[in-house]
């Protein structure tokens, strides 16, 4: 959806309005655990579904710029999570490149290619981009960022399996299959 001039004014818009999802479903859409400033976020099935639709830049910006708004508006921006959740829509977005989901394809072998890609990303973004970033920008105790760390991309996993999956169906659901339509005489 890029164009060789730049982004498609439909990929902005997606990029503005995933941003603005992420944000709320970050502020309004998540649940508390016992791990400190950790919560199970369903805004990740729409960063996960945003990035399988409008590619990796946009699931990149809209990890960036979403989560960077929701720390503004709640305790003030935390980097490390910010660029992790912005390597996830980007790596989601790479994975899951060649998913005909715009085509009404999405079977099982494209449910499973798209949670191979989630999880990969989610493993890569929360594994070690967040707790390695924690490190060394604010110096955090390895142990307890790594927890959080295993904690977030685990429950983001699921998340994204049940809730991005299911959204993603829906969607497929709306789009006409390549080749179902006849031409009548």
């Known amino acids: 959806m890029q164009s060789s001039k730049g982004f498609s004014v439909k990929t902005v818009v997606a990029i503005g309005i995933g941003a603005a999802l992420f944000v709320v479903l970050a502020r309004f859409g998540s649940i508390p655990t016992g791990i400190p400033n950790t919560n199970l976020q369903t805004n990740y099935a729409i960063l996960a579904l945003f990035a399988l639709l409008y590619g990796p830049w946009a699931g990149l910006l809209i990890g960036l710029i979403g989560h960077t708004v929701a720390d503004l508006i709640s305790f003030g921006p935390w980097f490390s999570w910010i660029i992790a959740s912005g390597v996830f829509g980007l790596l989601a977005g790479l994975f899951s490149r060649g998913i005909r989901i715009h085509d009404g394809e999405f079977g099982g072998k494209e449910i499973l290619r798209f949670n191979i890609a989630q999880i990969i990303a989610n493993a890569a973004a929360w594994f070690i981009v967040a707790p390695v ?41 709306t789009r006409t299959k390549r080749g179902s339509l006849t031409r009548e005489a």
């Open 133 to 173: 970033l924690d490190i060394l920008i604010y110096a955090e105790p390895a142990n307890k960022v790594f927890t959080q760390g295993l904690a977030a991309g685990g429950m983001n996993m699921v998340t994204v399996a049940i809730l991005g999956t299911l959204i993603a169906i829906a969607y497929s659901k």
